[in-house]
C-alpha cells in the first residue's frame, strides 16, 4: 500500500474505526465553508448544500478583524495571499466634509495577535472554497453539491432533503442558510422572520486609480489602508480600500424609503446610480464625485434586515450558525467574522473520534458559548446603526475591544474541557487545578479506576513493646477520643517498611514508604461510635506523588524521606534519611521462610480493624496561623481495602534491631523534631519481625473521615 497518501490512510483507519462524524453543511456561505474546512481539518466527513451555482458573491470588501483572522490563519487561510491589506487609519467627517476626527490605529492594532485586514469578498470566498475541497490538505476533501437547494431538514436523524427530492443523512446537520435561513424553522421558537430596520445601503467598488485621477476626490485616497466615513444625520457612506489598496469598497447607508423602487432584500439587486447621487445631494460635492465614479452596472443595492433574538440556536442534531442564527447589520463589518467564530467553535467541539451519541449534548454546549458573545455584538451593530447623531456616537473603536479580544479557537477548547471534566464525577482534584483533574493512584485524569491487582508489595516489619505514655503523647494533641484499649503502661508498636511495584499509575514503577503504627489504638466519634486500629502518626514515602496525593486525597500525614533497602538472602536492612543525612538504620537478620498459612497481617504487620491518623490542612494567610482551614480524624477500614493484598510468602527474623538518630537541626532541618520523637522510644522488647510479599495493592480509597 506504498502508494496511499497520508490522508487517505488517516481516512481508511477513520472509517474503520467509525471514529469521524458524517457532517452535512447547508449553505456555502463563509460560515459554511469555514464551518467546513475546519470540520474537514478534524477528520470528519464534510458534504456542503449549497442553493445556488456559488458566481455571484457580490464584488464588494470585507473587514477581516482581528478575532476573526486569527481563525482563519489557524485555518491556513492568510488573506494577505489574494491581497487583503491591513487597516491602518479612520477619517471621519460631516457630510459636508469638515474632519471631525482622524485615527491612527497602527499603534492600536499592536493589541492584536493577527492584523485587522481588509480583504475581497470574492477573493476571500474562492479561497474558502478551494482550502475547502483542495485534496492537498488534510482530511477528506468537502464535497461541494452546488445547485443543491435544501427543502427540509430532519434534525432527528440528521437529514436533508434537496429539492430534487433526493436525501442525505448524517450524524450532525449544521445550518449555515444566511438570513433567510430554512434550517432555523426547524429549531424550537426559530419561526421569526427578519424585518427590515428601516435603511438600506448601496454598495460597490471603485478603482483607486480614478479618485487619484481627479484633483477634487484625489484627497481621500493619499493614505493607504485608510477608512473614511462621512456621517450626516441619517445616512452615511463609508468607503475603504481593499485589493492592496488598489481598490475602494462603498456602502451607503441611508433611509429605506428613498431607494425604495430598486431595492430588495437580496444582496445583489441593482441599483441606479443617479438616485443615489440624488439621496446624497446634501453631501460635499467632492465625497459625491467620489461616488459618482462607480461604473452605473456595478452599483448594488439591499435592504438591511435585522432579526429578533432567538431562544434556541439547535434543536437534536441540528445546529444554526452564521446569519442563520443572528443575521447582522454591517455596521461593525463584524457578521462574517462571527460567523467565522461560529465554525471555529463547532470544529473544536467536534474533534476527531467524537462519539455520535454526544451530538446533541455537544450543540447545546456549542450555543452555550457561543449565544451571549453573537448577540452581543449583534446588539452593539444594531445601536451604531439606530444612533442618530453620528458625530458623538458612532465610533468604530467604541466596541472593538469586546469584539476583538477574543479567541474563540482556545476559548471554546478550554470550554469543551470544563465540559467535559463537570461530566466525570469519578475524578479527583487536586492542585494545580488549572491543568484540570489529577492522575493518582485511585484514578486516571478521566476518572478511569486504577488496577492494584497485578502490583507487588515487600512488606518488613520490627514490632515491638514501648511505653504507652511516650506513644499516647502522638496522639493529635489537645484533640478528645484518642485512647488505647489496654489500661497497661506497656503497648506494642511496628516500624513497617513497604516497597511497591508494578503500580499501573506509576507507570509500572514503584516507592517506598515506613511508618510508625501503634497498635490497640481506640477513637471515640462525637455519636459516640468506638473505632478500633491502628495508629498512624505518620508515614515516610520515597516519592512525591504519593505523598501529596496521600496527603491531599486520603488525609494520611505523609513526609518524604529517602528509603535504602539490601536484601540478602537471611537479612533485610533499611537505611532511612533526608538528604545525605541518615537517621534511620532497620535490620531483620537470620530471615527464614515459613508456611503462609501460621501468619496473618501483611502490610502494618498486624491484624486490626483498619487505620487511624489525623488530617490537618493550614489556613492560608499570617493572621490565620495557627489556624486550620480543615481537620478530623480518618478511619480506613482493613475489611474494605480493595484490591485485597494476598500475601504469598513470610519469613521470620531470627533478630532484629533498630537505631534512630535525630541528628540536629542542621542535618535534619525540617525533620529534626519528628525523628527526636521516635527517636525517643525505648524498646523494651522486640517481639516480632519479618518479612511478606504479596501481590494486590490496595488503593486506599475507602479512607474517610469520621467526627
Ligand atoms: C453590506 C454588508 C456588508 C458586510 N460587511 C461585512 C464585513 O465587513 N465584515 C464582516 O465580518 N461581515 C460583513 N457583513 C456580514 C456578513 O457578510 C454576513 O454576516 C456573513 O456573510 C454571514 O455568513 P453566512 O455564511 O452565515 O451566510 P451567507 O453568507 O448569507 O451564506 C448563506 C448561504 O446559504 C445558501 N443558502 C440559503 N438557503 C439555502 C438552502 N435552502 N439550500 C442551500 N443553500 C442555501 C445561500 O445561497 C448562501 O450561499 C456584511 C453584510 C452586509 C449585508
Ligand atoms: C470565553 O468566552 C466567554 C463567552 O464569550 C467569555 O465569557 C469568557 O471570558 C471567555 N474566556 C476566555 C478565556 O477568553
Ligand atoms: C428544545 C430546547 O432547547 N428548547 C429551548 C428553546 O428556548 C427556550 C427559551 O430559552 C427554552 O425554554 C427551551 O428549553
Known amino acids: 500500500m506504498a502508494s496511499v497518501n497520508g490522508a487517505a490512510a488517516r481516512e481508511e483507519s477513520a472509517s474503520a474505526k467509525g471514529a469521524h462524524l458524517n457532517i452535512l453543511i447547508v449553505g456555502a456561505g463563509i460560515g459554511g465553508l469555514t464551518a467546513a474546512i475546519a470540520l474537514r481539518k478534524q477528520g470528519h466527513h464534510v458534504q456542503v448544500f449549497e442553493q445556488s451555482a456559488l458566481a455571484r458573491e457580490t464584488g464588494a470588501a470585507i473587514h477581516l478583524a482581528p478575532n476573526a483572522n486569527g481563525i482563519l490563519r489557524r485555518l491556513g487561510i492568510f488573506a494577505e495571499t489574494f491581497g487583503a491589506n491591513p487597516m491602518e487609519r479612520v477619517m471621519q467627517y460631516s457630510a459636508t466634509g469638515d474632519t471631525e476626527r482622524s485615527m491612527d490605529l497602527r499603534e492600536a492594532n499592536k493589541l492584536w495577535q493577527h492584523p485587522w485586514l481588509l480583504a475581497h469578498r470574492i477573493e476571500l470566498h474562492n479561497q474558502l472554497k478551494s482550502v475547502a475541497t483542495t485534496p492537498h490538505e488534510t482530511g477528506k476533501p468537502v464535497a461541494l453539491h452546488l445547485s443543491s437547494r435544501v427543502i427540509d431538514i430532519q434534525p432527528t436523524t440528521a437529514s436533508i432533503t434537496l429539492e430534487d427530492g433526493s436525501q442525505f443523512h448524517g450524524d450532525v446537520v449544521l445550518g449555515a442558510d444566511g438570513v433567510h435561513s430554512i434550517a432555523?424553522?426547524?429549531?424550537?421558537?426559530?419561526?421569526?422572520?427578519?424585518?427590515?430596520?428601516?435603511?438600506?445601503?448601496?454598495?460597490?467598488?471603485?478603482?483607486?486609480?480614478?479618485?487619484?485621477?481627479?484633483?477634487?476626490?484625489?484627497?481621500?485616497?493619499?493614505?493607504?489602508?485608510?477608512?473614511?466615513?462621512?456621517?450626516?444625520?441619517?445616512?452615511?457612506?463609508?468607503?475603504?480600500?481593499?485589493?492592496?489598496?488598489?481598490?475602494?469598497?462603498?456602502?451607503?447607508?441611508?433611509?429605506?424609503?428613498?431607494?425604495?423602487?430598486?431595492?430588495?432584500?437580496?444582496?445583489?439587486?441593482?441599483?441606479?446610480?443617479?438616485?443615489?447621487?440624488?439621496?446624497?445631494?446634501?453631501?460635499?460635492?467632492?465625497?459625491?464625485?467620489?461616488?459618482?465614479?462607480?461604473?452605473?452596472?456595478?452599483?448594488?443595492?439591499?435592504?438591511?434586515?435585522?432579526?429578533?433574538?432567538?431562544?434556541?440556536?439547535?434543536?437534536?442534531?441540528?445546529?444554526?450558525?452564521?446569519?442563520?442564527?443572528?443575521?447582522?447589520?454591517?455596521?461593525?463589518?463584524?457578521?462574517?467574522?462571527?460567523?467565522?467564530?461560529?465554525?471555529?467553535?463547532?470544529?473544536?467541539?467536534?474533534?476527531?473520534?467524537?462519539?455520535?451519541?454526544?451530538?446533541?449534548?455537544?450543540?447545546?454546549?456549542?450555543?452555550?458559548?457561543?449565544?451571549?458573545?453573537?448577540?452581543?455584538?449583534?446588539?452593539?451593530?444594531?445601536?451604531?446603526?439606530?444612533?442618530?447623531?453620528?458625530?458623538?456616537?458612532?465610533?468604530?473603536?467604541?466596541?472593538?475591544?469586546?469584539?476583538?479580544?477574543?479567541?474563540?479557537?482556545?476559548?471554546?477548547?478550554?470550554?469543551?474541557?470544563?465540559?467535559?471534566?463537570?461530566?466525570?464525577?469519578?475524578?479527583?482534584?487536586?492542585?494545580?487545578?488549572?491543568?484540570?483533574?489529577?492522575?493518582?493512584?485511585?484514578?486516571?485524569?478521566?476518572g478511569v479506576v486504577r488496577d492494584g491487582t497485578q502490583s507487588t508489595f515487600t512488606t518488613a516489619s520490627i514490632k515491638f513493646k514501648t511505653s504507652r505514655t511516650l506513644l499516647q503523647n502522638l496522639f493529635p494533641p489537645g484533640r478528645p477520643g484518642w485512647s488505647f484499649k489496654s489500661p497497661g503502661t506497656v503497648?506494642?508498636?511496628?516500624?513497617?517498611?513497604?516497597?511497591?511495584?508494578?503500580?499501573?499509575?506509576?507507570?509500572?514503577?514503584?516507592?517506598?514508604?515506613?511508618?510508625?503504627?501503634?497498635?490497640?489504638?481506640?477513637?471515640?466519634?462525637?455519636?459516640?461510635?468506638?473505632?478500633?486500629?491502628?495508629?498512624?502518626?505518620?508515614?515516610?514515602?520515597?516519592?512525591?506523588?504519593?505523598?501529596?496525593?496521600?496527603?491531599?486525597?486520603?488525609?494520611?500525614?505523609?513526609?518524604?524521606?529517602?528509603?535504602?533497602?539490601?536484601?540478602?538472602?537471611?537479612?533485610?536492612?533499611?537505611?532511612?534519611?533526608?538528604?545525605?543525612?541518615?537517621?534511620?538504620?532497620?535490620?531483620?537478620?537470620?530471615?527464614?521462610?515459613?508456611?503462609?498459612?501460621?501468619?496473618?497481617?501483611?502490610?502494618?504487620?498486624?491484624?486490626?480493624?483498619?487505620?487511624?491518623?489525623?488530617?490537618?490542612?493550614?489556613?492560608?494567610?499570617?493572621?490565620?496561623?495557627?489556624?486550620?482551614?480543615?481537620?478530623?480524624?480518618?478511619?480506613?477500614?482493613?475489611?474494605?481495602?480493595?484490591?485485597?493484598?494476598?500475601?504469598?510468602?513470610f519469613f521470620k527474623a531470627a533478630k532484629a534491631t533498630f537505631k534512630i538518630d535525630a541528628l540536629d537541626w542542621e542535618a535534619l532541618p525540617t525533620l529534626h523534631h519528628v525523628i527526636s520523637r521516635l527517636q525517643e522510644l525505648p524498646v523494651y522488647e522486640i517481639v516480632g519481625a519479618k518479612v511478606v510479599e504479596g501481590v494486590g495493592v490496595p488503593d486506599v480509597s475507602t479512607a474517610r473521615p469520621v467526627e
Not at 402 to 417: M, P
Not at 508 to 532: D, F
Not at 539 to 549: A, G, Q, Y
Open 491 to 649: 503497648a506494642y508498636a511496628s516500624i513497617s517498611q513497604t516497597t511497591l511495584n508494578k503500580m499501573e499509575w506509576l507507570g509500572g514503577s514503584g516507592y517506598k514508604h515506613i511508618g510508625l503504627y501503634i497498635h490497640g489504638v481506640e477513637y471515640e466519634t462525637k455519636n459516640k461510635e468506638t473505632l478500633s486500629g491502628t495508629y498512624l502518626p505518620l508515614l515516610f514515602e520515597s516519592l512525591t506523588d504519593p505523598i501529596v496525593s496521600g496527603r491531599e486525597e486520603l488525609g494520611m500525614p505523609k513526609l518524604y524521606t529517602s528509603v535504602d533497602v539490601y536484601r540478602r538472602q537471611t537479612s533485610y536492612r533499611i537505611k532511612t534519611g533526608w538528604e545525605g543525612a541518615t537517621w534511620g538504620e532497620f535490620n531483620l537478620e537470620g530471615l527464614q521462610e515459613v508456611d503462609p498459612s501460621s501468619e496473618s497481617g501483611a502490610i502494618s504487620g498486624e491484624a486490626d480493624d483498619g487505620i487511624l491518623a489525623y488530617r490537618y490542612m493550614p489556613k492560608v494567610g499570617r493572621e490565620n496561623k495557627g489556624k486550620p482551614a480543615e481537620e478530623y480524624t480518618i478511619f480506613d477500614a482493613s475489611k474494605d481495602l480493595t484490591p485485597k493484598p494476598k500475601p504469598q510468602r
Open 184 to 446: 432555523r424553522k426547524q429549531v424550537p421558537e426559530g419561526n421569526v422572520e427578519p424585518f427590515s430596520c428601516g435603511k438600506s445601503a448601496y454598495r460597490f467598488l471603485v478603482p483607486k486609480e480614478a479618485a487619484q485621477a481627479d484633483p477634487a476626490t484625489q484627497q481621500f485616497v493619499e493614505t493607504p489602508g485608510e477608512l473614511s466615513i462621512w456621517y450626516a444625520e441619517d445616512r452615511r457612506i463609508i468607503m475603504y480600500p481593499t485589493s492592496k489598496n488598489s481598490v475602494l469598497n462603498f456602502v451607503c447607508v441611508h433611509p429605506e424609503s428613498e431607494s425604495a423602487a430598486e431595492s430588495g432584500d437580496g444582496w445583489d439587486q441593482t441599483g441606479d446610480r443617479d438616485r443615489m447621487l440624488h439621496i446624497y445631494s446634501s453631501f460635499d460635492p467632492a465625497v459625491r464625485a467620489l461616488i459618482g465614479k462607480v461604473d452605473p452596472k456595478t452599483v448594488k443595492v439591499w435592504t438591511l434586515l435585522d432579526m429578533k433574538v432567538i431562544p434556541n440556536w439547535t434543536y437534536e442534531r441540528l445546529a444554526l450558525l452564521g446569519d442563520a442564527a443572528h443575521p447582522f447589520l454591517p455596521h461593525q463589518g463584524q457578521g462574517a467574522g462571527v460567523a467565522i467564530e461560529d465554525a471555529a467553535s463547532l470544529a473544536i467541539l467536534f474533534p476527531y473520534g467524537t462519539p455520535p451519541e454526544e451530538v446533541a449534548d455537544r450543540l447545546k454546549l456549542y450555543q452555550e458559548i457561543r449565544y451571549e458573545r453573537a448577540n452581543r455584538i449583534q446588539e452593539f451593530s444594531r445601536m451604531l446603526g439606530e444612533s442618530r447623531n453620528g458625530k458623538t456616537k458612532l465610533d468604530m473603536n467604541e466596541f472593538s475591544n469586546y469584539n476583538f479580544g477574543h479567541d474563540e479557537w482556545d476559548n471554546s477548547t478550554q470550554k469543551l474541557r470544563e465540559w467535559t471534566w463537570k461530566r466525570n464525577p469519578n475524578i479527583y482534584w487536586r492542585m494545580p487545578i488549572a491543568f484540570g483533574p489529577m492522575p493518582g493512584p485511585r484514578q486516571t485524569a478521566y
